[in-house]
């Protein structure tokens, strides 16, 4: 039906019809089809943050370093990983989200190659850097890709399915680790990675696409100084709860510098986001109780489970004489 009006002169006219609202986007395939897709890949990233665990004395004792260096391997991983996550949503915005997802997946996977083919600790540390910033955007731009893939009625049991292979990852890992360090090697560890990886990378090209609404963002408008400050404090802070223990913590003045340097960039990283326009890490979101709150709980929990994972199997494999399985089992 037309609608009519009189104009000034008394005459009929017909009002123009309402524009009917723009429909919701929809991928073109299945979503559980791409959630297929970034579980694979979401799960081989939060795999790695434990499966070498209990393989570290074998590393060390490969690679002729003692065992507090081979921890390395997995500070470096996640050190990379923590910094490269806040700046996911900016990076996903200027690559294009897609794009960025797969790369991301092939650098993981050429990463886990070189870790496995390293011949030497500091090869395999550099391997486990770029591994760890490959993967840090994984897990983000995963949860993403999922929500918007998803009609809001089903997006809980969406995240439902995805954090079961989050919390099953970091648990399956010792375990999995341990019995191929008995079994084969060490290397295989890595090995393992290549074709999940290439699976993943696959159907995620094959089946994930941008949404119309991404806005591209300018190379211009990121938080340079955010990020350098996150950097700094992070990587200061990982040196010294690696090294301060062997170096007899503030006795050393390199210790000492590192914890100033760390305190000096924390504060300058929150100043700087509290009061830039454009943040890398919105701080403000804090203001929610129940959000920061959330937030505390989470950091406690990841702190108690990866020092726990980390320390465990060295600790019952170098003086209790445990093979690497057994720490690993549930």
Not at 14 to 41: D, E, G, R
């Amino acid at each position: 039906m037309v609608a009519t009006g009189r104009n000034s002169l008394g005459t009929s006219v017909a009002a123009p019809a309402p524009q009917a609202a723009a429909p919701a986007w929809k991928p073109s395939y299945n979503p559980w089809l791409i959630a297929a897709s970034v579980m694979l890949a979401t799960f081989m990233e939060v795999l790695d943050t434990s499966v070498a665990n209990v393989s570290l004395p074998h590393i060390a004792g490969n690679l002729s370093a003692t065992t507090d260096e081979a921890t390395w391997v997995l500070t470096s991983y996640l050190v990379a990983n923590a910094i490269i996550l806040p700046a996911t949503n900016w990076l996903g915005n200027l690559f294009g989200r897609k794009r960025f997802l797969v790369s991301c997946i092939v650098l993981f996977t050429v990463a886990s190659a070189l870790c496995g083919a390293a011949g030497s600790l500091g090869f395999l540390v550099i391997a486990r850097v770029l591994q760890g910033a490959a993967g840090g955007a994984l897990q983000p731009i995963s949860q993403a890709v999922l929500l918007e893939s998803f009609p809001p009625a089903k997006r809980g049991a969406a995240m439902a399915v995805f954090a079961m292979g989050v919390v099953v990852a970091p648990i399956l890992g010792p375990t999995l680790g341990g019995w191929i360090t008995d079994n084969y090697s060490w290397r295989w560890v890595f090995y393992i990675n290549l074709p999940i990886g290439v699976l993943a990378a696959m159907m995620a090209n094959s089946f994930i696409e941008d949404p119309p609404y991404l806005k591209k963002v300018s190379a211009r408008n990121i938080d340079y100084l955010g990020f350098g400050f996150l950097a700094i404090w992070l990587a200061t802070l990982q040196f010294v709860l690696d090294k301060g223990q062997e170096l007899d913590w503030l006795g050393s003045h390199l210790i000492a510098w590192c914890v100033t340097i760390s305190l000096l960039a924390f504060l300058a990283f929150v100043i700087r986001e509290l009061t830039a326009r454009q943040p890398l890490v919105d701080l403000r979101v804090l203001k929610n109780r129940n959000l920061a709150v959330g937030c505390a709980l989470i950091a406690v929990l990841g702190a108690l489970l990866y020092g726990t994972i980390a320390a465990l199997p060295i600790f019952m494999q170098n003086l209790l004489g445990y093979t690497a399985l057994t720490p690993g089992s549930p």
